[in-house]
């Protein structure tokens, strides 16, 4: 098990079954926007149970995938099959990202492309570290089981989306210098195919052998739904897939059978 799966533990919570989409209504999440909690609907500082007694009202009419604490919780709110009304108002939009300029053109909620993070705090406050470990391996568990692209241009802030009236989400005091970094230094961009191998496939790769033993990565990682229900996620390397299963453990697949069975070899 990688660091990033050692830190992370989602507590699912739910909205009580309402302030979201079922479905993505034919798109899949490309981005991830991370926001900050501020101030509830009372005017006082949000906290993580706030947020989900709010989210949980039926005239609240917003929701986020995931709640991240100061002390490093992590609250689930909506499968990320569906679609949180997080980020749903284009205001002044980031047109340099091409799936939200693509959002702009083909009128689609960008509710519907995007997982949405939110963080207990207000814009200012530093991160305390509990919180942006946790953070962290969210975003890594992310890229690897859905495929976000580990880039400034498909892991944004709310201000992205709606420039004005969330001007202040994340805010300033959100870690994005040491975030991207951080899950940069961990992934592997092979300069030949492209493809990047991210955490916690990336840690499983260099352990083992790496190139010489795997070869390249072949595909970027790819959702387990795609064809492999019974993983997270699964990766495809020049010699071998990588396969992610519940509570972290990285599998090799059966490839030798399979190529076997294709080829109908009887040797
Ligand atoms: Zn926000």
Known sequence: MSQADADL????????????????????????????????????????????????????EVSAHFGVGKDGRVWQFVDLRN???????????????PWLAECVSRKINPNRRTISIEHEGDSNDTMPEAQYRATLALHRFLIATVGIKADRQHIVGHYQVTARQRANCPGAGFPWAR?????????????????????????????????????????????????????????????????????????????????????????
Request: aromatic share 10%; with cysteine; hydrophobic share 40%.
């Open 9 to 60: 533990k989602i507590v699912w919570k739910g909205t009580n079954g309402q302030n979201f989409w079922a479905g993505r209504d034919g798109e899949s999440a490309v981005a991830i926007v991370d926001h900050c909690m501020s101030k509830g609907a009372d005017g006082t500082r949000a906290t993580l149970e706030s947020c989900a007694n709010w989210f949980a009202k039926p005239k609240s």
């Open 83 to 97: 679609t949180a009304w997080a980020n749903g108002i284009l205001e002044q939009p980031d047109l340099s990202l």
């Open 179 to 267: 975030l991207m970094s951080d899950l940069a230094a961990s992934s592997f961009q092979d300069p030949v195919t492209g493809f990047a191998v991210n955490e916690p496939f990336a840690s499983f790769w260099r352990d083992h052998g790496g190139l010489s033993v795997f070869g390249r990565p072949v595909s970027e990682a790819i959702s387990g739904e795609k064809g492999f229900p019974e993983c997270q996620s699964i990766q495809w390397f020049e010699r071998a897939r990588f396969e992610l299963h519940p509570g972290g453990v990285i599998m090799l697949g059966l490839v030798g059978n399979e190529a076997r069975k294709l080829f109908q070899m009887a040797i």
